[in-house]
Each structure stands twice: as structure tokens, then as C-alpha cells.
């Protein structure tokens, strides 16, 4: 089953290599870049969703100190942007750790309470902290990502970087649920009583998949801020934390193909549909409500219900 | 004015805001007890209750007793119509899939609003004037006392609705014992549906008595829910006297604190709060109405 | 040196007393049944040695160290196993999957070597796999591997559990009721891969109602009733000590 997944990810990584042959209008290659960005948080929290069965509302807070962090450091202190990058990261897998620790000892929806606090103080401070993030206007001029002798100055140049870090990270998804860990984690979809048993620590693997997940976001993060080189606090409010769990919950939770297809589509659908754009939080609101009700494995349950009836469950947990 | 006088200024502010987070934390754990659910589209009420009542009086000119009426009833509709759709269908579900079904909730009554509304803001006038009532040194608007004494109401009929009426008796049962209640044949469902009607309600009237001093808009629920989940986790998630304590508490921390401190991280103050008792004390400083379910969820 | 050792060991569920100082200990090598009528708390016994709920009072020793109060997950990493009354096995996952995850304590990859994949996690993968292999064949599930484990006739679910708690290579395995729903046939089946288990070096805990399986197999018996020892000793001296047959009056005795 691996096996398949990773002929998938050569597939994919195929027609990404091609995708700018075809696309020349340098608009489209910008969405595109966008996608990828918010695939990377979203696989990470597939990965918290899907296998830890516990859901954060601050993802948007991980994903703005990435972006931040980056921003900050590499403006204000000169620190070079990879660097930066990896400072970020890992100061974010230490304020996760902060939040999981605690919190994922409980059960249910306590993870959840507190990444929404969090969130929403992170947004708080990035509109506040007006000397270091320049308050609600926002700050600009953030060098461009530099990775050995490369300058990451064209979009065509960013594409291939951001989606090269996404099929990475889909790598490493994958891996961690085709091995002991995803495993140890699939048991909670059943019986934690049982795993218990089996010497398996299931609080543990929940802190790690969340820290990991944080990552991601991380990462996306600092590739946004040198992206676009300018940010303000709008971006990562409460809102874009939820539309992230929409994207994953409408692709599909119980796999990392479902968080790519799910931010795929909701990324790209608004900036063809008008109607979505302007009345997003009430199409947002709905999808996530009828997706819930009447197909709660999301677009890669439907897509499997129609190729194969039978065996459905074990693909999708695969 | 002196110091002291405007620490008086602030604790009545405080008490006043504060009395609102404690209706919503009620509306929290209203259905917290009934059915183990954090209804995480609870602000949205207060947000529905308040832009409501405020539109049916600038918009439609209607008394002010009436509007208040009305936008109850429409609320608590909503929360019923809510309860029927997304949570009465659902099957065994999992805290994780309550979670996302409450915030598919939340964000589909906003975008509701905000199709209805707008994004425009709407303003509530006050229920009788404005002409400021002068107390050792501090200023308190009449608002201030309709919400305390609102707040105080709503109180006392929600402790006689669980103790002397049937419907409420049932849903206490519910909440202690969910199996043996359906047991001696009281209709879990149908409680279900009550309490997310009568949290609905709470939280309606919580919006339409600060809408004359908060502005309303759309997209105002969030963060009351938030202060409201705050409030709701200190008391101790479940205890209605708990909710009512640290809402008072909260809403005093944060007029002070916006006052002496930085009005810039007023929010932040129940926010670290919130944080500060989810990561030591889970049941909350009073203790939570069942600690034993806290183990279960 | 006994390998388990029960001291006045105790439980309450609210006013329910399930476990009543109890005190017993188990032979390394044994095979030793618990019996008792519905309700007695020889489940809640199994739930109380393997962490699975906290004891009230009393203390568990095993392998010489106080095991008393610890979490589930490190009570199985001391070598206790065990097998659900009410099966728990992983209904989405297959039969393999089943066995490999019951691999969980034998084998070490952590989530960062499990990211990248690499040689070494490649190895243990396949060691894994052909252990469970070989222990689904123990059992006689060999031909069921891919199977969803969900969808296996319970007879197997049952042995499916025993293969995963085997798959610990635990020195105490806890068989809660491993025949009920069994025919005949495969209740003898199941007597005699208690047998090889015990003869493989795992010395076994079981409860069930099947009397003529427990007087065939255990080596010692011990009778619970409302959370009390009531007897100990050899399957001979309890079918024919009085108490015990008190205890059972109006239960059926097989
Ligand atoms: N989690 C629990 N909460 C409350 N009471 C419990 C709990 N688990 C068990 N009990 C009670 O403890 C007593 C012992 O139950 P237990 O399941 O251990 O019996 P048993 O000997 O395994 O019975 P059986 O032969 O039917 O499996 C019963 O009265 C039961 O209702
Ligand atoms: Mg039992």
C-alpha cells in the first residue's frame, strides 16, 4: 500500500514538473503557489485530524509565526532566510510541545479550546507588537529566499520550491502512517483501551503528530513570508484557522490526498467564482455542515465510492 | 477624577461586560450538560439576539419590549433549527466531529448574517437614555443597570426552570445520568433540543442588552464565544454558579487591565486566562460540574 | 518466586465494591483459570492487572517489581498481555496490520525515522511482518492476513486477539473469556493453543464459564464470587468444594 502511494507521489511530482509548461500566465502560476503553501499546513493537520483524531483551531497562529519569525528575523536581524526558516520552525515545535503537553493528556475537546485561544492571542500580539511586526499595517520588504547561491526571485523559480517542499512533506506523511507510528495511531480510530494494552502511549504520538503538524505550518508559513515579502495580521485570524479545517474535512480527513484535494479545490473555486468569494464564510459555513452530515470522508470518500464500493473503509485508512 | 473613583469606573464597567460573558458561559454549559457537547457556535447567538434587536429598531422602528421579543423567539429558533439539522441526525459521533459540526455551525449562522446584514454595523439605542447616574465619583449608564439587572432576571429564572419545572427537572436528569434518564422514559433527544433552544435564548438575550454599547456586526460572535468559553472553563465547565463567578471576575480582570495596563491586549487578558486554566487546573477554579467527565470526554 | 502477585487487591465503581481484597498469585509455567458467576468482577480483575482502571487499595506485583496504579501502556511494556472479553480488535485495519501493531513493543521505529524511511525501517518492517506472519499461522489465521480484520466470523476475532497479544512475546498473557461463542470444535482447537502457548514459555491467566475447559487445561483454579476469592486449588478440589457450588446454585455448570 506504500507502494501505491508512492507512485502516486511520482505522478504527482510529474505533472507538477509540467504544470508551467502549460500555464503561462504568471496569475495562474501565483494561485498555484498558494495552493501549495496552504497544502503544506493542510497535510499536517490531516495528519492531526485524520490519525490523532484531534483537531486545532490555531493552525493559522503556527502558520503566522512561521511567516513572522522568518519575516522578523530576516529583516530586522539580517539572519539569512534559511536559517531563519529553521529557527522558525523550531521555535514553533516548542510553543506546540507548550500546548500539547498539557492539553492532550485530557481528552476530547481541550486541544481544540486551547489552540483557539491561542490563536486568536497570537493575532492579538501581531496587531499589537506594533515596533517589531509594525501593528496592524502590516510590514514589508522581506528578502528573498536565498538557498545557497539561488535567489527564489521568480515566481516560476517559487513554484518549483514550494511544491518540491509539498511532495516532501506528502513523503513524509505518508511514510509516518505506513510505519509503526501511523500504526499506534490508527488504533484510536477503535480502541485506545486495547492500544493501551499493547504498550502503545498514545498521548505521546498525539503531542508528536501535533508538534509535527505545527511544523508544517511552520514551514508554509516562512515560504508565504518570502513569497510575498509583506505581511500584515489579516492573514492568520480565527477565520483562515477554520477555512484550513474546511479544506481538510471537504477533501477528505482519514488521508493526506484528501487535505491536497480539498485545498486544491477551495483555493482555487473562489478565484473563479465570484459568488463564492463574495459570500465565503456562508459557502464555507454550509460545505462544512453538508460535507459533515452526509459524506464525512470528504471528496476522497465520494471518489472512492465511485471506483470501488466494497472496500472503501481499509483505502481510505491506508 | 481620582484614582479611586475611576478603579470604581472600571470594576462597574468590568461587572457590566462581564455579566454577558457569564450569559454566555451559561448558554456553554447549558448544553455541556445535556449532552457532553462545547457548542462552539455559542457566540453566535449573542451576535444573532443582538444585531437583530438592534435592526427591528433602527430598521423597522418597533418598540424596543417588542423587538426584544422577537429577536429571542427568532434566536431561539435558530438554535433549535441548528440542533434539528446538524446534531439531531448524527449517530454516536465523535468530540472531534461535534467539534466541526458546531463550527460548521457557527461560521454557517454568521455567513447567514452577514447575507441578511451585511457588513455594515448596527447600533442599539439604549433602553432608557443615556444620561449617566453619578456614584462615588463614577459615572454608570443606565444600560449598566438594565444589564445587571437583566443578567440578575435571567438567573433567577433559569435556577427556577431547573428546579421547579418539569422540562427542567428532566434536563438535570439528562446531564447527571444521560442513560438512566432515557431509562425512566425521558426523551434524551427531545432535552437535546431544548437546551440548545434555551442556550439560544441565554445567549440572545446576553447580545440584545450590551448591543447599545457594543456595536454589533456579523461577524461579533467569535469573539464572545471565546470570552465566553473563558469564563465557562474557569467556573469549571458545567457549573452554573462557577460561570457566573468568573464571569464577574473575567469581565472585572479585563476593564482593569484595559484600563491600567493596555487597552491594545484587553482580549488577550481572558484569552492567557483561558490558556493559564486549561493547561493547570482543567476543572476550572470551582471545579467542574462533573470532574468525573471531564476523565470520560 | 510467583511471577504474579495479587495483595488485598480492591475496586469500587461508586458504591459497588467488584473487587473485595483479593489476594492470589500466579506460578511462572502455570496455566490458572478464574471462574465465578456473572458479575463476580473477573473482568474487572483482568481491567484492574492490566492498568486498563486504577485499583482502589491492595497492591500488584509482578516479575518482583510493584506494578500497582501504572498506566495500561507500561504494565503491557513489563510483559502482561491480554484479550478482550468484548473483542477489541482493530475492525478497520487487516488480520497483519492487527498482528504487526500487537509487534508494537518488539520493535523501536520513532516518528522521526519513521518520516524518512530508510533502510533501517525498511528492515523492521519486514521482520515484523514476517513475525506476524509466523504467529498468524500459530494461530491459524495465515490465509486470512489481508483480510479486513472487521470482517472475520468471531471464532476468529477471538483467535486474532491472542495472535496480537502473542505478538508482545509477553511472559503473562490474561484470556478473558477466549471461548465464548466457540463451537465445540473450535473450543478444542483453542484448549490446545492455550497448551502451546503455555509451552512456549507464556504462562497463562483465564476466565470462562466453559467448566469442562477449565477442569481440562488449568492447573489451578480460583473462584470469585461478588468480588470475594471464595476457593483456590487444584480443578478437583473446587468441583467439589462446597462454596463453590453454593455460589453457583441456579447458574448452570456445563
Ligand atoms: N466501569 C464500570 N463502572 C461501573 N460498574 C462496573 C464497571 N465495570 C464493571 N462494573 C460492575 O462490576 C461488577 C463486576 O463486573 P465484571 O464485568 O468484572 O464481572 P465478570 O465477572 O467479568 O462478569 P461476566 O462473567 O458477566 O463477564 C458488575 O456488577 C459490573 O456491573
Ligand atoms: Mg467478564
Not at chain 1, 171 to 189: D, K
Not at chain 2, 149 to 178: E, Q, Y
Not at chain 2, 211 to 232: E, N, R
Request: net charge positive; proline share 3%.
Amino acid at each position: 500500500m506504500i507502494k501505491s502511494n508512492y507512485l502516486a507521489l511520482l505522478i504527482l511530482a510529474l505533472v507538477l514538473a509540467f504544470i508551467p509548461l502549460a500555464i503561462s500566465n504568471v496569475y495562474y502560476l501565483g494561485i498555484l503557489i498558494f495552493v501549495g503553501i496552504n497544502s503544506l499546513i493542510t497535510i499536517g493537520l490531516s495528519l492531526l485530524m485524520g490519525y490523532a483524531g484531534q483537531i486545532s483551531l490555531g493552525h493559522a497562529a503556527f502558520f503566522g509565526l512561521g511567516a513572522y519569525l522568518s519575516g522578523v528575523l530576516s529583516t530586522r536581524l539580517a539572519v539569512p532566510p534559511v536559517s531563519a526558516l529553521l529557527l522558525a520552525a523550531l521555535f514553533t515545535a516548542l510553543v506546540a510541545l507548550l500546548i500539547g503537553l498539557p492539553t492532550l493528556r485530557l481528552k476530547g475537546h481541550y486541544l481544540a479550546m486551547a489552540t483557539l485561544g491561542f490563536g486568536q492571542i497570537v493575532y492579538i500580539v501581531f496587531n499589537a507588537w506594533v515596533e517589531m511586526t509594525g501593528g496592524p499595517s502590516g510590514f514589508g520588504n522581506i528578502p528573498r529566499l536565498r538557498i545557497g547561491g539561488v535567489v527564489f526571485d521568480t515566481d516560476l523559480k517559487y513554484f518549483y520550491l514550494v511544491w518540491g517542499l509539498v511532495v516532501v512533506g506528502l513523503f513524509f506523511a505518508v511514510n509516518i502512517i505506513h510505519s509503526r507510528v501511523g500504526r499506534a495511531l490508527r488504533t484510536m480510530h477503535t480502541s485506545e483501551v486495547a492500544a493501551g494494552t499493547l504498550g502503545i502511549n498514545t498521548v505521546r504520538y498525539k503531542i508528536q503528530i501535533f508538534v509535527i503538524s505545527a511544523v508544517y505550518a511552520s514551514v508554509a508559513g516562512s515560504l508565504y513570508a518570502y513569497f510575498v515579502t509583506f505581511l500584515s495580521p489579516g492573514t492568520f485570524g480565527i477565520s483562515f484557522s477554520i477555512l484550513l479545517v474546511t479544506m481538510v474535512v471537504f477533501g477528505g480527513r482519514f488521508s493526506v490526498w484528501g487535505a491536497l484535494l480539498g485545498t486544491a479545490v477551495l483555493s482555487i473555486l473562489p478565484e473563479s467564482l465570484r459568488i463564492i468569494k463574495d459570500y465565503d464564510v456562508l459557502v464555507y459555513g454550509a460545505v462544512l455542515l453538508l460535507v459533515m452530515i452526509f459524506f464525512p470522508e470528504g471528496l476522497v470518500g465520494l471518489i472512492g465510492r465511485v471506483f470501488r464500493p466494497r472496500s472503501l473503509p481499509e483505502k481510505l485508512r491506508t | 477624577m481620582t484614582l479611586g473613583s475611576q478603579i470604581l469606573q472600571y470594576i462597574i464597567s468590568g461587572i457590566s461586560i462581564g455579566s454577558i460573558y457569564a450569559l454566555v458561559a451559561l448558554g456553554f454549559n447549558i448544553i455541556y450538560n445535556t449532552t457532553g457537547i462545547i457548542n462552539f457556535a455559542q457566540g453566535e447567538f449573542v451576535m444573532l439576539g443582538g444585531i437583530t434587536a438592534a435592526s427591528l429598531v433602527t430598521i423597522f422602528h418597533v418598540p424596543i419590549l417588542i423587538a426584544f421579543l422577537a429577536a429571542v423567539i427568532i434566536v431561539t429558533a435558530a438554535g433549535a433549527f441548528f440542533e434539528r439539522l446538524a446534531i439531531h441526525p448524527l449517530k454516536n459521533p465523535s468530540v472531534i466531529t461535534l467539534i466541526i459540526i458546531t463550527i460548521a455551525g457557527s461560521i454557517l449562522l454568521k455567513g447567514i448574517a452577514m447575507f441578511i446584514w451585511g457588513k455594515d454595523t448596527y447600533f442599539l439605542p439604549s433602553f432608557s437614555g443615556d444620561r449617566p447616574i453619578h456614584f462615588l465619583g463614577a459615572a454608570i449608564l443606565p444600560q449598566t443597570v438594565w444589564i445587571l439587572g437583566i443578567t440578575g432576571l435571567v438567573v433567577i429564572l433559569l435556577s427556577a426552570f431547573f428546579k421547579f419545572t418539569l422540562a427542567g427537572k428532566a434536563m438535570r436528569a439528562v446531564a447527571s445520568n444521560r442513560m438512566a434518564a432515557s431509562l425512566v422514559g425521558i426523551n434524551v433527544k427531545k432535552m437535546v433540543l431544548f437546551s440548545f433552544a434555551l442556550s439560544a435564548a441565554v445567549g440572545a438575550v446576553g447580545g440584545i442588552i450590551i448591543a447599545p454599547i457594543a456595536l454589533m456586526d456579523y461577524d461579533k460572535g467569535a469573539i464572545f464565544a471565546l470570552k465566553g468559553f473563558a469564563v465557562a472553563a474557569l467556573g469549571g465547565i458545567g457549573n452554573f454558579g462557577g460561570a457566573i463567578a468568573a464571569g464577574l471576575i473575567l469581565g472585572i480582570l479585563e476593564a482593569l487591565g484595559a484600563g491600567l495596563i493596555s487597552s491594545h491586549y484587553k482580549d488577550a487578558i481572558a484569552l492567557m486566562v483561558l490558556l493559564l486554566v486549561l493547561f493547570l487546573k482543567p476543572s476550572g477554579i470551582f471545579g467542574s460540574a462533573q470532574e468525573s467527565r471531564l476523565k470520560k470526554f | 518466586m510467583p511471577l504474579l502477585e495479587v495483595i488485598n487487591l480492591e475496586k469500587h465503581f461508586g458504591g459497588l465494591t467488584a473487587i473485595n481484597r483479593v489476594t492470589f498469585s500466579i506460578q511462572p509455567g502455570q496455566i490458572k483459570a478464574i471462574i465465578g458467576p456473572n458479575g463476580a468482577g473477573k473482568t474487572t480483575l483482568f481491567n484492574v492487572l492490566t492498568g486498563v482502571v486504577p485499583p482502589d487499595g491492595g497492591e500488584i506485583r509482578f516479575r518482583d517489581g510493584d506494578i500497582t496504579g501504572w498506566k495500561s501502556h507500561l504494565i503491557a511494556s513489563r510483559g502482561i498481555a491480554r484479550t478482550f472479553q468484548i473483542i477489541k480488535i482493530f475492525g478497520d485495519m487487516t488480520v497483519l496490520e492487527n498482528v504487526m501493531t500487537g509487534c508494537h513493543l518488539k520493535s523501536k521505529t520513532g516518528l522521526l525515522s519513521a518520516a524518512f524511511h530508510l533502510l533501517p525501517v525498511w528492515r523492521e518492517e519486514r521482520e515484523i511482518a514476517e513475525k506476524s506472519i509466523r504467529i498468524l499461522r500459530e494461530v491459524g489465521l495465515e490465509d486470512r492476513a489481508q483480510a479486513r480484520a472487521g470482517n472475520l466470523p468471531l471464532g476468529m476475532q477471538r483467535l486474532l486477539e491472542i495472535g496480537r497479544a502473542l505478538a508482545s512475546e509477553p511472559s503473562l498473557i490474561l484470556l478473558d473469556e477466549p471461548v465464548a461463542g466457540l463451537s465445540g470444535p473450535e473450543t478444542r482447537e483453542l484448549a490446545h493453543l492455550i497448551r502451546r502457548i503455555r509451552d512456549g514459555g507464556t504462562t497463562v491467566l483465564l476466565v470462562d464459564h466453559d467448566m469442562s475447559l477449565i477442569m481440562d487445561i488449568s492447573d489451578e483454579v480460583l473462584v470469585l464470587d461478588y468480588g470475594c476469592k471464595i476457593a483456590e486449588g487444584s480443578p478437583r478440589e473446587i468441583q467439589n468444594d462446597e462454596k463453590v457450588i453454593a455460589a453457583y446454585l441456579g447458574e448452570e455448570m456445563d
